[in-house]
Nanobody
Framework: QLVESGGGLVQPGGSLRLSCATSGIIFSIYTMGWYRQAPGKQRELVATLTTASRTNYADSVKGRFTISRDNAKRTVYLQMNSLKPEDTAVYYC?????????WGQGTQVTVSS
């Protein structure tokens, strides 16, 4: 089970930190990621973090967002800085290992003045 938290309404230029708490999986062997889906658009990758600490970011968030994980807490984070209105979306946590893929229920992030 993956449960996201930390979404909300923030002004442009502001920051938010999303968290994704996991249970029922061997967290340390899973690649973790964040995806987002804006209204009328397809779900897109935001960032991923492998067990070897390799990261991958969408070009649109590079330099502004940081993904991290705490294996002891079985939690993955997404620090989002310098938020823009175009970052508004439902953000989903994802975990995968081999053929096993799991999704959270999503958390809404709205960037607006």
């Amino acid at each position: 089970q993956l449960v996201e938290s930390g979404g909300g309404l923030v002004q442009p230029g502001g920051s938010l930190r999303l968290s994704c708490a996991t249970s029922g999986i061997i967290f340390s062997i899973y690649t973790m990621g964040w995806y987002r889906q804006a209204p009328g658009k397809q779900r897109e990758l935001v960032a991923t973090l492998t067990t070897a600490s390799r990261t991958n970011y969408a070009d649109s968030v590079k330099g502004r967002f940081t993904i991290s994980r705490d294996n002891a807490k079985r939690t993955v984070y997404l620090q989002m800085n310098s938020l823009k209105p175009e970052d508004t979306a439902v953000y989903y946590c994802n975990s995968y290992h081999g053929e096993n893929t799991y999704w959270g229920q999503g958390t809404q992030v709205t960037v607006s003045s």
